[in-house]
């Protein structure tokens, strides 16, 4: 049996993992619900409020999508108000894509929704568990980010050189 061939501990570990991420994607589909919006319509928002405004291709590469699924997804945004999208005034065969207002808005509403609730989480917590817990995650992060494949990578260089 492949369990069996797993140190306990990363069974454990595994077990967590997917505990922690089906109740953040359940928050998170529960918010895209409540905003009318599709998880890909949300992820995407999401997204471009972190790493501010993209060339539609870049976009697209970013989410994995095709460059015509991404431009799907951006007009049901920008039908919404939620997104800006607009020509490179440098090269007009380049789409930009932003939040609106709107979009702007809504993120830091669903961004504040979200760190209350973390915090909400956090407060059931001592100092030393919290302690231990970020000191744990951090750990995990640093090992799991070193170890990512060259698509990770490229995707992080594409938004350094565009954000530069």
Known sequence: MIDEE???????????????????????????????????QFVCLWVISRMGKFKMSD??????LSYASATNLI????D??????YDDPDDRRVVIVELSDKGKEIT????QKHLKRLMENCEKLSQDE??????????????VVRKEDSTVDKKCRIMEEFLE
Do not use: C, W
Not at 22 to 35: F, I, P
Not at 108 to 111: A, F, K, M, Y
């Open 80 to 85: 919404s108000g939620l997104v800006n999208r």
């Open 75 to 78: 007009n049901r945004l920008v």
């Open 108 to 111: 830091s509403l669903i961004r």
């Open 6 to 40: 797993y140190p306990s501990y990363i069974r454990e570990l595994e077990h967590l993992l997917i505990s922690l991420f089906r109740s953040m994607k359940e928050q998170h589909v529960q918010d895209a619900a409540e905003l009318k919006l599709s998880m890909p």
């Open 59 to 64: 976009l697209a590469i970013y989410l994995a």
């Open 130 to 143: 919290k302690d231990s817990m970020l000191k744990g995650l951090s750990t995990l992060t640093n090992v």
